[in-house]
Structure formats: C-alpha cells, structure tokens
C-alpha cells in the first residue's frame, strides 16, 4: 500500500523554540518527491517545503527544513524559531501523480 | 502571485439535490485535481484531470461524481445527488506538469454542507 504516516496527532512548541513533525511512507519506487503542506485555521493549504528523494542534501526554506531519510523513509519537518504563526495542522504528502497525505498533525505554539 | 480560486467558499444544499463547484486553476497549468476533507481527516485524492480527460479517480469518485473544464478556464465538479457524507471541504488544485516534483497549488477550498 502506498500510505502516508504521521504518528503525531498533536504537537505543541513554545515561542521561539523548535518542533520536529514525523512524517513516514511507504514506496517502492526509488524516484519520489515529497511535501509538507500546511493548513492554517482558515483551511487553505499552503506548500511548505520539498524534497526531491534523488537529492541527498536536505530541503531547507528558511525556518523550515526537512531530514530526509531514504533508507528509513521517513521525512520529518524541523521548525526552527517557531512563531505564533506557524500554528496550524501540518500535513506530511508524497507525490504519485497524485498527492497521498498523511494524517495530519495538529501544532500549537505557545506564547 | 497567480493563484487557484475556487466558487463558491461555502455551498449549503439539501441532500438529493445537485451541486457544482467551481475552480479557476492557473492560467499556464495543465494538469488539474480535485481533494476532498472530511471535517477532522485527512486530505484524499477524488480526480485528475489532463487534456480534457480523467487521467486518475479514486474509489471515492463514483458515478455521482464528474468534472468538466467548460471553457478553458474553468474547472467544474459536479455531485449529481448529494449525500449527507458528501459534507466536506473541497479543493482544487492544478500544476503546471504532472510528477517531476511540480507542486501542486490548491485554492482555498469550497465547504460543502449537505442538509
């Protein structure tokens, strides 16, 4: 099966602190691309960040990088300096024609 | 930044009538999907679009279900006999290709309410 896991249904993270989201998947295909797209409040979904699987260097996009771990398959999302804006349900996302999602986990930020 | 938009941002229908959902994808995009968001799940794939055609449906995509792009702008799905689970967020998305890691760019979704 081609799933997306996320093991975190919530998480929570102090200003200015860092959080690191899970993120695993199942493939047999050597050549994948992966996301993080977050949903804020609003519900848009906005993309985040992402990762070419060919490409060992990590993905960074200013406080957001990923460590990518082919071998493991697992994608996690680091949020550095996390901001009140950052809260928002965080959705983990392979490419295969179509996205396949993950769960979902839910970050909150406190002040 | 061009931008996917979708009509209308909420539709409220009574069960057994039929609804469509409009989305105006990116004007260069080629490739055009519709998702689904139960209220507290995650996102799910419904169809793919290219060329004029359906290039991938889900299971979820039944004969209730269809898309059309009318015009050369707009991107259509329609539900033809709403159900009481069709209640969901909607959204469309298009990319310029398919694969080769293009992201694809959603709009802002359509809540469905079915009464």
């Known amino acids: 099966a081609q799933t997306v896991t996320q093991s975190q249904p919530e998480m929570s993270v102090q200003e200015a602190e860092t959080v690191t989201l899970s993120c695993t998947y199942d493939t047999s295909e050597s050549d994948y691309y992966l996301f993080w797209y977050k949903q804020p409040p609003s519900r848009q979904m906005i993309l985040v960040i992402r990762?070419?699987?060919?490409?060992?260097q990590n993905a960074t996009e200013n406080r957001f990088s990923v460590n990518f771990q082919k071998a493991a398959k697992s994608f996690s999302l680091k949020i550095s300096d996390s901001q009140l804006g950052d809260a928002a349900m965080y959705f983990c996302a392979r490419l295969r024609g179509k996205l396949i999602f993950g769960q979902g986990t839910e970050l909150s930020v406190k002040p | 930044e061009p931008e996917v938009t979708q009509t209308p941002s909420h539709q409220v229908t009574q069960m057994g009538q039929e609804v469509i959902l409009r989305c105006v994808p990116i004007s260069n995009h080629l490739y055009f999907y519709w998702y689904r968001q139960i209220l507290g799940q995650k996102v799910e794939f419904l169809v793919s679009f290219y060329n004029n055609e359906i290039s991938e449906k889900s299971e979820i995509f039944d004969d209730q279900f269809s898309v059309e792009r009318p015009d050369g702008s707009n991107f259509t799905l329609k539900i033809r006999s709403t159900k009481l689970e069709d209640s969901a967020m909607y959204f469309c998305a298009s990319s310029l290709i398919q694969g080769m890691g293009q992201p694809q760019h959603f709009g802002d979704g359509t809540r469905l309410s079915i009464l």
């Open positions: 990762q070419e699987a060919y490409k060992q």
